[in-house]
């Protein structure tokens, strides 16, 4: 039988048994539930079994974050999520509904902004109500006001190639916020940006989703990025990519660059890494 793994966070101890479920807090509403899921793809050489038995509940107003190798899944589960691909085995229902195709009432943010090169950052970002054949004249001041408070109210003019890859980021982010959806779906949205323009996204992030109450899943690589924006974070094993476990994280609500040196945001990462080195995912040279 496994044992439990603990974590010392200064006030009580964290026991997660490998491969445990850890539920939404019972005190809110769900919004993602992942039943028993299973992806495989076929080929010409035989199936190829990307996602194994997940199953994941996530609260109203979490903010969860997935972390695991190249090639385990997490993308195909975001897009299991969003209704963008169907599901081999199992049920995914989003606010009590099953998932049957894509979910409109989510949005979605890719690692590349995908910006139209011929539109304005504004114009970009309205696409989003267009395709989605709302009213534009009732959407235009909650563009101007999220583009603004993302540091884009003096480049709603410009084009995307005027702009750096950051700013074009926050652009993308913006336009899956602008229609107001419950839940944000955002698939490594900063892995192509430079470490101190991706440390400053995640604090502009940060605060911009604790403003906006929505339920996040984000993806990463980055275990330092998942704790520090995260109530919980999934860990994924290599393909097929099953959950081996899911960390509740118990820092303060408000998070700041400096928390990243402190030794209880220590005691996460390494807790989460070590799960990786016990899969062989990571293999690190110990000082004797």
């Known amino acids: 039988m496994s044992q439990p793994l603990k974590i010392d966070d200064g006030r009580r101890p964290l026991e997660l048994v490998p491969g445990q479920r850890a539920a939404a807090p019972q005190t809110r509403e769900v919004a993602i539930c992942v039943d028993q899921v299973s992806k495989r793809f076929g080929s010409k050489r035989g199936d190829v079994q990307a ?21 385990c899944g997490k993308s195909t589960l975001l897009n299991m999520i969003a209704g ?49 054949k709302l009213d534009r004249a009732e959407y ?7 583009l603004q408070r993302v ?19 926050r652009a993308a982010i913006v336009r899956g ?13 900063f892995g192509a940006l430079d470490a101190m323009t991706r ?30 924006l995260s109530n919980r974070v999934v860990v994924m094993s290599p393909r097929p990519g099953r959950i081996e476990e899911i960390v509740p ?20 990462t390494r807790h989460i890494r070590r799960t990786f080195e016990r899969m062989g995912v990571l293999k690190e040279e110990r000082r004797r």
């Open 51 to 71: 996602v194994s038995d997940a199953s994941l509940t996530i609260g109203r107003g979490e903010f969860v974050s997935i972390v695991g190798p190249s090639g």
């Open 177 to 189: 916020l602008v229609h107001d959806p419950d839940v944000l779906l955002m698939d490594e949205p």
């Open 140 to 146: 235009l001041p909650r563009a101007r006001q999220l």
């Open 84 to 132: 963008l691909m169907p599901v081999s085995d199992g049920r995914i229902d989003v606010f009590g509904k099953p998932v049957t195709g894509p979910v409109h009432e989510l949005g979605v943010v890719f690692q590349q902004h995908l910006l139209l090169p011929w539109r304005t950052i504004l114009s970009n970002v309205l696409l989003q109500i267009e395709v989605r």
């Open 199 to 228: 440390d400053q996204m995640c604090l502009d992030f940060h605060q911009l989703s604790r403003e906006q109450g929505k339920t996040v899943l984000f993806i990463t690589h980055s275990i330092s990025e998942a704790v520090f």
């Open 249 to 268: 994280i118990e820092l303060d609500g408000e998070r700041h660059v400096d928390m990243r040196d402190e030794a209880e945001f220590t005691r996460y």
């Open 151 to 169: 540091g884009l109210g003096d480049f709603i003019d410009r084009f995307p190639d005027e702009l750096s890859g950051g700013m074009n980021q």
